[in-house]
């Protein structure tokens, strides 16, 4: 029924097949609409959060999903600003994935920002933040970059989907498709510009907190060095989880995609810039742990109470840091698909528990000596939104994959056999 | 900051006498219905209701017949160093350079939250739910206080209008300084010992300005930097203690007191 809009050269499975596994992300994505529409009508004591814990589940997974969105920012860096003159070697694996890159990005960020609109207590007056802006305030430079970086990811995203099979046979649309193409490394640059500071400045947001002796860090000028290993462990997480979609792409419809040699790439970068941010990371702890720490007349044990206890500082460095790492910067480890695979997973697990560290235990360290330890658990609506979130964003990758050439080598590595195709197809 | 010293401005602050606190919570009562706090439906949610003065009970951890009780009313601290100000990304919170007061703009925030989760006293409370006052307590609604709406963040503001009030009446009978007691919050006004004094820090004159000399004084949470204008005062050491966080041996009596328990 849909095959006038499937890409040319690559098959995809039929519409009957497609509709139930569409159903059940449609569904979630219900799922969230309905508590969105409760949090915004009866307002957020819907949720779990209270006077403690100000942020919540939300905010980790904005978090969380902004890191992880980063492998758009990065690989588009990478092929567009500098491939050419340095890694001329590497831009053909790294345009291979940049497409899906984009995609998972303008995922990420579009459903971070979706939820920061339903987060906020006053979401009709978000725009004060542009209108009445402290520029003092790391939160005023994370809405700034992530608003216009989304502006960017769309610029980027459209030639994309302006290479639908029909909307190609539309001359105007066609020609300005191209014309984004030819200037998109500009937008690369800019959005590379925008990450950086953005992805810094949610670290800075934490790390400013001088009333929180466990988020707060001294820095360089006004960049506390939560700042810069943000911004690296962003860069480090996101192209294994650019890796891990299209890993799972590929296991949902049984094709390759892209050639083994993208992964490997993707894989030793990742595996680099992690080494070095966990080498960072461990510094910034042991200065925090004598410095920020005694001063505030702490000891280190003071922060790790149960449930959020020290077993989440081993998980977070030790396991989910250092054997990612291991794993991902050693060629023998990674050239197995297995291990690969692992190393991307705990890689992003790891990071997805810095943000739910640097978020829920901040929070829920008391520090006034008489004052109480707290724990937090989200409601079904706090959930519904998070899931919701997901659904859409499987929706919005299995739309793009099924109707837009989001992978160039698909054709290559899966030619069309005129009898006997042995693919799945989906 | 030096300028703004030399411009004129006050620095008010206040003094809380914890051995003269009895806990009967008078304060946090006058501080709500002065400020039109509104009633949670739950109030025994005390995560979530609004308490601009939450008094907290703390005891020596002693058993009986040693144990000890006292009773730490907790206002916005109204920090010279304010945590929460520079975080605001609509900047709807603002220490006033004459006043020195910490400032809260109900229609301006977006009740991001970013605030409390700076601050490290829990002075700021977040409207869960939409603003109620009980049947007939709509009719006592201060007409000087806007009642905030659900979705944003409130705080104790030092009773900022009574100063305005105060003021107002000063400018009207040609005066352009306020006199000692002329501007006080409600919570020292409503105070049944006297437990707390309130003044210019920096007014040589007011009685807060040598209270804040003597060594029995000091201020909660110091060590982070936060400069907060609201000090406490006692003469037990089990309970200036409490007021920071310290290592092991670390904390030690001022002025070479010898510790009273």
């Not at chain 2, 109900?106 to 109620?132: E, K, L, Q, V």
């Not at chain 2, 352009?176 to 919050?185: A, G, S, V, W």
Request: aromatic content about 14%.
């Amino acid at each position: 029924m849909d095959l006038a809009l499937i890409p040319n050269g690559v098959r995809r499975c039929s519409l009957k097949t497609f509709a139930p596994w569409m159903l059940l992300w449609l569904a979630l994505i219900a799922w969230g609409l309905v508590s969105a529409l409760l949090c915004l009508y009866k307002g957020l004591n819907q949720t779990n959060m209270n006077h403690y814990f100000a942020f919540g589940l939300w905010i980790v997974f904005d978090l969380s999903v902004i890191a992880l969105g980063a492998g758009a920012f990065f690989t588009g860096f990478l092929t567009h600003v500098i491939g050419k003159a340095f890694i001329p070697s590497c831009v053909e694996d790294l345009k291979a994935v940049i497409n899906a890159a984009v995609v998972i990005g303008f995922i990420c960020y579009s459903s971070a920002i979706a939820m920061l609109g339903v987060d906020i207590g006053q979401p009709i007056r978000g725009w004060f933040i542009f209108w009445h802006a402290n520029v003092h305030s790391m939160l005023t430079e994370v809405s700034f970059c992530i608003t216009v970086y989304l502006s960017v990811l769309t610029i980027e995203y459209l030639p994309i989907i302006f290479s639908n099979r029909k909307l190609k046979e539309i001359p105007e649309i066609d020609i300005f498709g191209n014309n984004l193409h030819h200037i998109v490394a500009l937008f690369a640059a800019a959005g590379a510009f925008l990450s950086f500071f953005h992805q810094g400045s949610l670290g800075g947001m934490y790390g400013v907190l001088f009333g929180r002796p466990f988020a707060f860090r001294e820095g360089l000028f006004i960049w506390p060095w939560t700042f810069f290993l943000f911004i690296l462990s962003a860069i480090a997480a996101g192209p294994s989880f650019t890796m891990l979609c299209i890993w799972i792409t590929q296991k949902v419809t049984g094709k390759e995609l892209v050639k083994r040699s993208s992964f490997a790439l993707l894989a030793k970068i990742s595996g680099w810039l992690l080494t070095t941010y966990i080498i960072l990371k461990i510094i910034d702890t042991i200065s925090w742990a004598y410095g920020v720490v005694p001063r505030a007349g702490l000891s280190f044990m003071d922060f790790y109470r149960e449930p959020y206890g020290l077993w989440l500082f081993i998980a977070e460095i030790g396991i989910f840091g250092i054997i990612p790492a291991i794993i991902l910067i050693t060629p023998r480890f990674r050239e197995k698909d297995g291990l690969l695979i692992i190393g991307a997973l705990m890689n992003v697990t790891g990071i997805v528990l810095n943000r739910f560290v640097f978020t829920i235990q901040t929070l829920a360290i008391p520090v006034m000596p008489f004052d109480k330890f707290m724990t937090y658990f989200p409601t079904w609506q706090e959930w519904g939104i998070a899931v919701g979130a997901l659904g859409y964003g499987i929706l919005l990758f299995s739309l793009s994959y099924r109707y837009l050439p989001l992978f160039p080598q698909e054709v290559e590595l899966n030619p069309i056999a005129v009898s006997g195709n042995t693919a799945k197809d989906f | 900051m030096k300028k703004e010293n030399s411009a004129g401005g006050t620095k008010y602050g206040m003094v809380i006498d914890l051995d003269k606190c009895t806990g009967c919570g008078v304060c946090t009562v006058a501080c709500a219905s002065e400020n039109n706090v509104s009633v949670l439906y739950d109030e025994s949610d005390k995560t979530r209701n609004i308490n601009w003065l939450q008094v907290y009970m703390v005891t020596n951890g002693k058993k009986f017949p040693e144990t000890q009780i006292a009773y730490i009313p907790r206002p916005c601290m109204q920090c010279d160093n304010p945590p929460c100000v520079p975080v605001c990304p609509a900047t709807a919170t603002d220490r006033d350079p004459n006043t020195r007061i910490v400032s809260q703009i109900y229609t301006r925030c977006i009740g991001c939250r970013y605030c409390m989760a700076a601050c490290p006293y829990h002075a700021r409370s977040f409207n869960w739910f939409d603003p109620s006052f009980p049947e007939g307590m709509d009719r006592y609604l201060s007409p000087e206080v806007s009642p905030r709406m659900r979705g944003v963040v409130e705080k104790c503001t030092f009773c900022h209008h009574r100063f305005m009030r105060a003021k107002a009446k000063a400018f009207s009978e040609g005066r352009r300084e306020l006199e000692e007691n002329e501007y006080i919050p409600a919570c020292v006004e409503g105070c049944p010992v006297k437990a707390i004094t309130f003044g210019d820090l920096d007014n040589p004159g007011h009685k807060v300005s040598k209270l804040i000399k003597s060594p029995d004084v000091f201020r909660l949470l110091k060590k982070l930097g936060t400069e907060p204008k609201v000090y406490y005062s006692t003469g037990k050491s089990w309970i200036r203690r409490m007021a920071d966080n310290s290592l092991e041996g670390e904390f030690k009596q001022p002025n070479g007191q010898k510790p009273r328990e």
